[in-house]
T-cell receptor, first 115, second 112 residues
Framework: SQKIEQNSEALNIQEGKTATLTCNYTNYSPAYLQWYRQDPGRGPVFLLLIRENEKEKRKERLKVTFDTTLKQSLFHITASQPADSATYLCALDGIYGGSQGNLIFGKGTKLSVKP | DAGVTQSPTHLIKTRGQQVTLRCSPKSGHDTVSWYQQALGQGPQFIFQ???????QRGNFPDRFSGHQFPNYSSELNVNALLLGDSALYLCASSLPGSGEQYFGPGTRLTVT
């Protein structure tokens, strides 16, 4: 069956450390992979999009990698802060080619950054 | 610049009833997608509207229907509500061909 898994339901780290979140998928060949942040009771907020022909993308303290051979994406937050505490969602896009907007989401990883 | 807005914020309905949820997209966006998010789960794609037509549909029954108006706002209708329809319903808007989705705050639907 087709699956998208975010390996940790919860991740607890100390302020200042790098948080690394994992997203694995099977039986899909997405053209894009996206990461969103969701705070309790609110809608997801777009963070980064990476294309299948890109290995890595950065935005400020955020870095995403995309390995289409391993069918895996890693999401890193460097110099983490308590304000980074939230649920982070991985989403597949373009599984039928081109960005269609019908995203397939993982369950999310709840990140807690302790001061 | 107003982002995506949704109404109502919360809603309580009884099994078998019908419900209508509303969404106004971000200014300049003409594509609206609806998602259902159960507690502890990621959002699940319901359908997408563009140029007032349903362009794509996820794995949801016909009880879920929608509409898009000429001003790009959209409605999600759910008939014959089931307890399992209790969830956060999210609306997202985007530009055609743009992967980035802008989500609204959601409508929390509780079916009793």
């Amino acid at each position: 069956s087709q699956k998208i898994e975010q390996n940790s339901e919860a991740l607890n780290i100390q302020e200042g450390k790098t948080a690394t979140l994992t997203c694995n998928y099977t039986n899909y060949s997405p053209a894009y992979l996206q990461w969103y942040r969701q705070d309790p009771g609110r809608g997801p907020v777009f963070l980064l999009l990476i294309r299948e022909n890109e290995k890595e993308k950065r935005k400020e303290r955020l870095k995403v990698t995309f390995d289409t051979t391993l069918k895996q994406s890693l999401f890193h937050i460097t110099a983490s802060q308590p304000a980074d505490s939230a649920t982070y969602l991985c989403a597949l896009d373009g599984i039928y080619g081109g960005s269609q907007g019908n995203l397939i989401f993982g369950k999310g990883t709840k990140l807690s950054v302790k001061p | 610049d107003a982002g995506v807005t949704q109404s109502p914020t919360h809603l309580i309905k009884t099994r078998g009833q019908q419900v209508t949820l509303r969404c106004s997209p971000k200014s300049g966006h003409d594509t609206v997608s609806w998602y259902q998010q159960a507690l502890g789960q990621g959002p699940q794609f319901i359908f997408q509207y563009y140029e007032e037509e349903e362009r794509q549909r996820g794995n949801f029954p016909d009880r879920f229907s929608g509409h898009q108006f000429p001003n790009y706002s959209s409605e999600l209708n759910v008939n014959a509500l089931l307890l399992g329809d209790s969830a956060l319903y999210l609306c997202a808007s985007s530009l055609p061909g743009s992967g980035e989705q802008y989500f609204g705050p959601g409508t929390r639907l509780t079916v009793t």
